[in-house]
């Protein structure tokens, strides 16, 4: 029996394992989304913005599925792609179907025409089908591409297509899915061994690679009497009862972590492309491990690049090794991370005050009624600051945002994929005001399917992050601040159970009820607005800008704002 290249196109993704097709239907889109009906293999879910739908389909493809999310002609696919763009830069499998006008309106201005080269940039694959024949070869690269190479992969298609038979000459091949061991060569091995041997301060600082590889990160730690420090991605992998863990160096981490970097003489960065150069200063040798060789180096000057899977290249590499005896370097670097920890305890043990709550102790209390599987995602800003740094990691638990792209409004709508894919885990989606204000529709889309997210809004009405951006280089915030609705009310409104917390001393018990209660909550928590956190290594020109700043913000008539931030602030500044 003949299939249509619509029926075609849902039965490679069901085959390749697709459970979920995240879009807004309409136009060139319709035709699968009638073939996505008969056929019962896939749900779609119908979210209110394509943006969302393409951060609800990365976090299928974090938590280990196969993530697909789709956009009509024109305006519908345009609003995929800065989802797409954080999906690609973790490296999370997402197939994307960017659908188009009619292919006989091409290259005349037509209504809804868009060039699909905008996906390059987000994208190992992206081609655009417009025979019935080349559809069923497009996609399967498109979905080989986004599993093997672990990214996206763009399926484009003229919608005029969908209803045309599949020829029976077409080739439409399965998604492959061979097992592989990537190492470096036995030589390669040999010669880091050396390095790592010969080391009088090694570090190791890991990242997402080390996901699968938890168990040999800290063999080669105690063989080596090394620190362990780690990305924000690398957290919940390194974190959790790491008698060598140093934490994570970068805005959101510690002088422990940061020092390490700047005092070894070898530092291994296994399975991390850590984006912050800044951060990366130092004097050492470094050895970095990678899956993906491109990527070598263009952070900071590696002596020595080995292409490998974390788990597989240290498997080969420990039993070249032998226990190295001083410990000097590991134990002058925990006494520091226990002055860290110290610090950080002291700033979550203070509640805040009445509508100014304070976020550390927030979080705290968040990361302690949690599961211990639970599923978080978070904002970019300080929300992701106060989630780095007071979310526990307990071997179990997943944490996601936009650690390599940085857009806001991601923790809400990761946190729809995250509660479909989860298989029942708890999700918390931790939501800046700023951020959730810019996708705030797709709270209609958890009321519709009665998702069980908890939503926590970090709600200090201004822009946290930017504001400590623009005082640190010396301007007067201007036009962070943020006349918020009632989060808690619109949440009603869609069918969520909405909590207005204000009070610290009623925190508890809002966060236990949202804990337990089976449906959507979200709890509009009235935070801190001049809590901060300074980086590790805040220079003494920075905070030289920053009083410059506070100065002018004085002169301008703000000096009421300036002295509720300095008595704020200067918690933070001590830890300097």
């Not at 140093?246 to 422990?256: D, E, L, N, Y």
């Not at 927030?362 to 992701?384: E, H, K, N, Q, V």
């Not at 992050?465 to 949440?491: R, S």
């Not at 703000?558 to 918690?571: A, H, P, W, Y």
Request: proline share 5%.
């Amino acid at each position: 029996m003949s299939r249509t290249i619509a029926e075609t196109i849902v039965d490679m993704l069901a085959d390749a394992g697709v459970k979920r097709l995240y879009a807004v239907t309409g136009d060139s889109l319709n035709l699968l989304n009638d073939a996505i009906r008969r056929d019962g293999r896939i749900d779609w879910i119908h979210v209110r913005h394509e943006e969302a739908g393409a951060y609800a389909a990365m976090a299928e493809g974090v938590l280990g599925g196969l993530g697909c999310c789709a956009g009509s002609s024109g305006p519908g696919h345009v609003h995929l792609i800065n989802g797409l763009y954080d999906a690609h830069r973790w490296g999370a499998p997402v197939i994307a179907l960017p659908s188009t006008i009619d292919r006989a309106d091409y290259g005349m201005e037509s209504f809804q025409e868009t060039d699909l080269g905008m996906f390059d940039g987000c994208s190992w694959y992206n081609e655009l089908a417009q025979i019935p024949e080349q559809a069923p070869r497009m996609l399967q690269q498109a979905l080989q591409n986004a599993i093997t190479r672990k990214g996206v992969g763009v399926f484009g298609y003229s919608g005029d297509i969908l209803p045309l038979d599949l020829p029976e000459t077409a080739i439409a091949s399965p998604v492959y899915r061979p097992g592989t061991v990537l190492r470096p060569d036995d030589g390669a091995l040999d010669d880091l061994a050396k390095m790592l041997t010969g080391a009088k301060r090694p570090f190791i600082y890991g990242g997402m690679g080390c996901d699968a590889a938890r168990d040999q990160v800290r063999e080669l730690a105690r063989r080596l009497n090394a620190p362990v420090g780690w990305t924000l991605k690398g957290k919940m992998a390194l974190e959790h009862d790491n008698p060598n863990g140093v934490g994570m160096t970068g805005f959101i981490g510690g002088k422990a972590c940061a020092d390490a970097i700047a005092r070894a003489d070898v530092v291994l960065l296994l399975g991390t492309d850590f984006p912050w150069k800044d951060f990366l200063q130092t004097d050492a040798r470094i050895a970095q491990v990678l899956t993906h060789g491109e990527r070598l180096g263009r952070r900071t000057h590696v002596k020595m690049g080995l292409v490998g899977d974390v788990r597989a290249t240290l498997d080969a590499l420990l039993p070249r090794l032998e226990t190295r005896a001083d410990d000097s370097f590991l134990q002058d670097r925990l006494k520091a991370v226990k002055s860290d920890r110290d610090n950080m305890v002291h700033h979550a043990q203070k509640p805040g005050k009445k509508g100014e709550i304070s976020p550390e102790y927030l979080t705290t209390a968040i990361s302690r009624l949690a599961d211990d599987d639970a599923i978080f995602t978070a904002d970019t800003g300080m929300t992701t600051v106060w989630a780095a740094r007071y979310i526990e990691s307990t071997g179990k638990r997943s944490f996601m945002g936009s650690f390599s792209h940085g857009s806001m409004a991601n923790a809400m709508p990761q946190a729809i994929g995250a509660a479909l894919a989860g298989n029942g885990r708890q999700t918390i989606a931790l939501c800046g005001d700023g951020g959730i204000s810019m996708l705030l529709g797709d709270l209609a889309t958890i009321g519709q399917y009665q998702l069980p997210v908890k939503m926590v809004v970090y709600n200090n009405s201004s822009l946290g992050m930017v504001e400590i951006e623009m005082q640190l280089a010396g301007i007067p915030n201007f036009q962070t601040e943020m006349v918020n609705p009632d989060f808690a009310a619109i949440a009603e409104a869609c069918g969520i159970r909405g909590v207005q917390v204000e009070d610290p001393e009623k925190l508890d018990d809002a966060l236990e009820m949202a804990m337990n209660h089976e449906g959507p909550v979200l709890l509009d928590v009235k935070t801190d607005r001049y809590a901060v956190a300074m980086p590790p290594h805040t220079s003494p020109e920075q905070l030289g800008k920053y009083a410059l700043s506070e100065a002018k913000m004085v002169l301008n008539g703000r000096g009421t704002e300036v002295i509720e931030q300095l008595k704020t602030n200067f918690k933070y500044l001590r830890d300097l």
